[in-house]
């Protein structure tokens, strides 16, 4: 079904009237091949097409104009308005009717068309919110339920807990607490996109330097390998360094998160007709293929995968490129494991006359 | 030896209780204050070695209580600030702050951060050599050793290493190096800056991509350990 035409009320009245005059014109040439009763059809058409684009009041009287039109000119005798044939009168009345209900009826129904996608739309946010509610209770709750058991142990069985198993407590707090921080993190950065208060500050940037923090960050010889080779001639870029590094910051740690055993994530950035391509690439299971455009959608998270993760990560990534005016895409590596293409806009600058002496 | 005072002035009571215990078991000397007009009388009334200085406080903000404090107290101010402020933060470190550090943080950065602001604050021996880790540099002489070995460096990034060296342990914002090295009416031209931070870490790092004396920090600018 169409949606109702964004047209001013007064363009809407305007087109109804030339189409009326116009269909009226083409059938009164046709109308010794077709016979006159054909063309209260062929108008009864019109003023349906015109009640699927048009509010109630043009489409009343595109019908009652075109009632009037057929009865003048093609009903016999022509050029008056008075009819002949009972048969006529009758069906210059139903005419009038059907134009009628036709163009109520066809308005009725997409207004319930319109009320049911706002139903629709609302169910969509509500259904959101619970997996929000849900996935935030989980993942902040696990953490503080983590710190305070942990706290709990420690005060209470001092006597009885061995200094490994305190020591592996403390360390279970530590690693709560670091998680904690990351969810609120996430969820910060969550709510500066649906606010709209993210806006890029770009400023010069080494992007070479930037991947090369972001790796420091996720280092781990026992759990993952980050490969990055840099490309030296790269110039500096006019960018948005924070929002780039969280972009980053996030596709690495869901690299290394999801990725089965020892997590190898490959990372590279070029810059090639104004704009900066960066992958992030690991060798892990991929996606399903069906998954895949879904995979940046708010609270999503695959299907059966483990806890940990809010489903925030890449929808945060996809607000942020966008913020950035750039596009992010996923795809399979034919060799296995997903690969993260960024492609950001910016400007580059060469120095190449800045004295260095 | 008596034991170095600090100040710290933070509404919140938890994190004053934190850095009492953290504080005080490293053999400071902890006073609090809960707010920044007690701070103020505080600090006036006994000047502490060292002022930790919570940026966000309820009744003025950290950075009046920081200019205030610095009509007259010159040792080292240290802010604590939430993520995610950087201009708070170059803000505050371009009126005088001498470091900062984000919550949360870990304990043994803050007491890292500390140790290097007390450190500072007290004038060793004037001196033009200065020796740090694998690096020797002669001020006076405008020479650059690394490992023994001569290291070539232009004006410019002998400029810029010798700030970088006389602020040892302290962030320099990117206004601040830009003022200091090109001069008033460059402090926006912060490409100039990367890229002699670059060419500068290709002749003093081991490995320029994961620079262990020139460190970035993100939006405000650099600090040199």
Known sequence: MFSPLQLSIRFQYLVSILLIFLVSGVSYYLTDYTGYRVVALVLLMTVSVLAMLFRILPV??????????????????????????????????????IALINAVLT?????????????????????????????????????????????????????????????????????????????????????????????????????????????????????????????????????DGGLLETVLDNLVQNAIQYHPGHALVDLSVRYESNTCLI??????????????????DKFYRLPDSKTGGSGLGLSIVKGFVEALSGKVSLENNKEGG????????????YLKNLKNE | MNKEEILIIEDEAQIRKLLEILLESNDYKVWQALS????????????????????????????????????????????????????????ALD??????????????????????????????????????????????????????????????????????????GRVLTHHYLLKEIWGPGFQTETQYLRVFVGSLRKKIEDNPNQPRHLITESRVGYRFI
């Not at chain 1, 009287?61 to 006529?88: K, M, V």
């Open chain 1, 107 to 239: 308005i009725k129904i997409r207004q319930a068309e319109s009320r049911a996608r706002d139903k629709e739309e609302k169910e969509t946010t509500i259904r959101l919110y619970n997996t929000l509610l849900n996935s935030l209770s989980h993942e902040l709750r696990t953490p503080i339920a983590t710190i305070l058991g942990s706290v709990d142990t420690l005060k209470e069985n001092r006597d009885k807990l061995s200094e490994k198993n305190q020591a592996e407590l403390l360390t279970e707090i530590d690693t709560a607490g670091i998680r904690l921080n990351r969810q609120v993190e996430n969820l910060l950065n969550m709510s500066r996109l649906e606010t709209g208060l993210l806006k890029p500050k770009p400023e010069w940037c080494d992007l070479n330097e930037l991947v090369h923090r972001v790796i420091r960050k996720y280092e781990n010889p026992e759990t993952c390998t980050l490969r990055f080779e840099p490309d030296e001639m790269l110039p500096l870029l006019k960018i």
């Open chain 1, 279 to 296: 992958t992030v690439s690991d060798h892990g299971a991929g996606f399903p293929e069906e998954e895949i455009p879904r995979v940046f």
């Open chain 2, 36 to 91: 920044g007009k007690e701070g103020i009388v505080l600090a006036a009334n006994h000047p502490p070695d060292l002022i930790l200085l919570d940026i966000g406080l309820p009744d003025r903000s950290g950075h009046e209580i920081l200019k205030e404090l610095r009509t007259w107290y010159n040792r080292p101010i240290l802010m604590l600030s939430v993520q995610d402020k950087e201009e708070d933060i170059v803000s």
């Open chain 1, 338 to 349: 997903a690969k993260f293409s960024l492609s950001i806009p910016a400007e580059a600058s």
């Open chain 2, 95 to 168: 009126h005088g702050a001498t470091d900062y550090i984000t919550k949360p943080f870990r304990a043994a950065e803050l007491l890292a951060r500390i140790r290097s602001a007390l450190r500072r604050s007290q004038p060793g021996p004037a001196t033009a050599c200065i020796t740090c880790d694998d690096l020797q540099i002669d001020l006076a002489a405008r020479t650059v050793k690394k490992n023994n070995e001569p290291v070539r460096l232009t004006s410019t990034e002998f400029n810029l290493l010798a700030l970088f060296v006389k602020n040892e």
């Open chain 1, 60 to 97: 009343l009287l595109a019908a009652l104009l075109s009632a009037l039109i057929w009865n003048y000119f093609f009903i016999p005798p022509r050029f008056t308005f008075h009819i002949d044939h009972t048969e006529d009168a009758l069906m210059f009345l139903l005419y009038f009717l």
